[in-house]
């Protein structure tokens, strides 16, 4: 399973990287059309980028579910630990396990209830206003999310129980820049 150890970071520069092409496609296009250029204008109205925006949310929803995920699997998301903290050693990892078991429990249901709303609306033909695609599509965000979520969840938590350490993100580590300073040095 070693293609999943960064599948998050993969989708998330993905899903950023054709978003930023894509609104900058936009906004070209929307300048140039302002442009009292008369053969240039008539050539660019009749191309169509009103669709850019609404597609550009919808690549955010996808990248924000799956930033959660990350989060997770990282030691970034959320979490107050002040009280657990102080416990003794039993008692806090007692509450640790149970905290990831109670994080992979609710996001396993919001999965569910996701993916029962994806089939729902995929019996229907609701679509999008500007892309005027399937409705669905947009929505399976959440169970594709959610269930990734649970899945790293418990990958936390059997590391934990394995090792007794949890994922903890440095602010001040920035992946790959040691390879570039030893390369430098050599």
């Not at 899945?151 to 934990?160: A, D, E, I, K, S």
């Given at each position: 399973m070693k293609f999943l150890d960064h599948l998050e970071e993969w989708i998330i520069a993905t899903l950023m990287g054709a978003a930023t092409f894509i609104i900058f496609v936009a906004v070209v296009h929307r300048y140039l059309s302002g442009l009292?250029?008369?053969w240039l204008q008539d050539e660019l109205i009749l191309i169509n980028t009103s669709w850019a925006q609404e597609l550009c949310i919808y690549m955010f929803v996808w990248m924000a579910k799956f930033g959660a995920a990350y989060g997770v699997r990282t030691g970034i998301h959320v979490g107050v630990d002040v009280v657990i903290n102080r416990l003794s050693?039993?008692?806090r990892n007692k509450f640790?396990?149970?905290g990831l078991l109670a994080g992979a429990l609710f996001t396993g249901i919001v999965g569910t209830l996701g993916a029962?709303?994806?089939?729902?609306?995929?019996?229907?033909?609701?679509t999008s206003a500007d892309l005027e695609v399937p409705m669905w599509l947009v929505y399976l965000a959440v169970p594709c999310g959610s269930y990734l979520m649970c899945?790293?969840?418990?990958?936390?938590?059997?590391?934990?129980?394995r090792t007794g350490e949890l994922p903890k993100h440095d602010h001040s580590?920035?992946?790959g820049l040691e390879d570039e300073v030893k390369g430098a040095k050599a």
């Open positions: 009292p250029i008369p050693t039993p008692w640790i396990v149970f029962s709303f994806v089939w729902e609306i995929g019996h229907t033909e609701q899945f790293r969840f418990l990958q936390v938590m059997v590391q934990f129980i580590h920035v992946e």
